[in-house]
């Protein structure tokens, strides 16, 4: 079965993207053939059981234009003979004059190479991510004369430049967003504002059943421990020092673990400031691990706690999976009203939100929730409700679908285990 649609991501598989693993696989159930597009090797060493699933082809570009120079030197060679290259070349020379790096220039080497070795049965392109990859598939199919489309989340909007924005959004033919944050502020930017839609990403609550025997927790920090637990990369958007010094301005006598899941830049630098916290014997570092683990841990917690907030670059969240991930598990979540997250946690009814940067208020919500068992129960009974009803992965995959259009679905559709 030939691959129909090309699939751009910065890197596949990657363990911290386990929405884009299971888009694929939906699509895929749904009777598309795709062809994953990777500008970077991957770097984790553990997979999660989607990725054996998956069935479509990788294709893993120059990570560094250096590293494969015949690849790139072929793919500059055809680019000459197009008439493509030499009207879309201006195009490029003003985004590096705008942006004059490296990372611009491999952008565009990608693209050639991209270009040449695309298979002859791709009919679209589609990027996960406004920024690098939406690059390299804006550039290739400029080169290419295909239609392409881009899927944006939330660092790659706010980070980047409104100018690079809104030319992409001048010339892809749609977007879709995850929050409704998101869409607002690209709709201003985008020339054509219907182009820009709202997918969720949803979860497939076949991979996140609910527990066999859930019972409720009935641990109160007094007489029992409550183990809370946070799953996201250490990085500065994810707000895991604000949670470490809210954790410090706990009463000594309360009773608490974490447990931490994720791996990231800021790893040692946040196990230090537990040490200088004083809070090395009640935190545990598990770094990045596979999603059967991360699924038993959530079991395994009490309260889930994530201190998202907006770093000085403008990176953010966008509406964090784990927060849905851990719903699922009738698990009460603690997090703050950043972003798309209050499109998915109502205060004090299904989840609990405090302002985001604010360790105070995280550490009186934290004592408050780790003392009340029962109020965590509530707000775990409404959680999972609300993201059963309204948060399941088929929405957002029938929304996809509708976008693409039926040309690009080559088979019947299959069943789940069907191969």
């Known amino acids: ?198 997918v969720y990403h949803g979860l497939d609550f076949s991979r996140f059943p609910m527990p066999p025997t859930a019972a409720a927790s009935t641990a109160d920090g007094q007489n029992t421990t409550v183990r809370l637990i946070s799953v996201g990369r250490a990085v500065p958007k994810k707000g895991y020092d604000d949670l470490l010094n809210a954790l410090a301005q706990l009463p000594a006598g309360l009773k608490w673990t974490l447990t931490h899941i994720g791996g990231g830049e800021l790893s040692q630098s946040l196990q230090r400031l537990a040490e200088e916290l004083g809070l090395s014997d009640r935190v545990t570092w598990l770094g990045a691990q596979p999603q059967e683990q991360v699924l038993a841990a959530y079991r395994q917690a009490d309260l889930f706690v994530l201190a998202s907030r907006v770093h000085g670059d403008g990176d953010r969240d966008g509406l964090p999976n784990v927060l849905m991930e851990a719903q699922s598990q009738h698990l009460a979540c603690l997090s703050t009203d950043l972003s798309g997250i209050p499109e998915l946690i109502t205060h004090a009814e299904t989840g609990w939100l405090v302002p985001q940067h604010d360790p105070v208020a995280l550490a009186s919500a934290l004592a408050q929730l780790i003392r009340q068992p029962q109020l965590r129960q509530q707000l775990a009974v409404a959680g999972y409700q609300r993201v059963r009803e309204q948060f399941a992965v088929d929405r957002g995959i029938d929304q996809l679908l509708q976008r693409f259009g039926p040309d690009l679905v080559t088979t019947p559709a299959l069943c789940e285990g069907q191969e």
């Open 1 to 198: 079965m030939s691959p129909t649609v090309a699939l751009v991501l910065k890197g596949y598989p990657r363990l911290s993207e386990t929405f884009i693993a299971q888009e694929i696989r939906q699509l895929e159930l749904r009777g598309m053939a795709l062809l994953i597009v990777s500008l970077r090797h991957p770097t984790d060493s553990a997979r999660h059981p989607i990725h054996h699933e998956i069935a479509a082809p990788v294709l893993y570009l120059p990570e560094y234009l250096h590293q494969e120079p015949l690849r790139v030197l072929l793919a500059l060679a055809r680019a000459l003979f197009r008439r493509t290259f030499w009207r879309d070349l201006p195009l490029w020379w003003r985004d590096w004059r705008r942006d004059p790096s490296r990372n611009r220039l491999r952008r565009f080497g990608q693209a050639l190479v991209l270009a040449r070795e695309l298979p002859s049965s791709i009919k679209h392109l589609y990027a996960h991510f406004i920024h690098t990859p939406a690059s390299v598939t804006r550039y290739c199919a400029r080169l290419t004369a295909h239609p392409w489309s881009a899927s944006a989340h939330a660092k790659d909007i706010w980070t980047l430049e409104p100018w690079e924005l809104s030319e992409k959004l001048a010339e892809l033919e749609w977007l879709v967003t995850c929050t409704r944050a998101n869409r607002d502020y690209l709709a201003t930017l985008a020339p054509e504002p219907e182009r820009i839609g709202l």
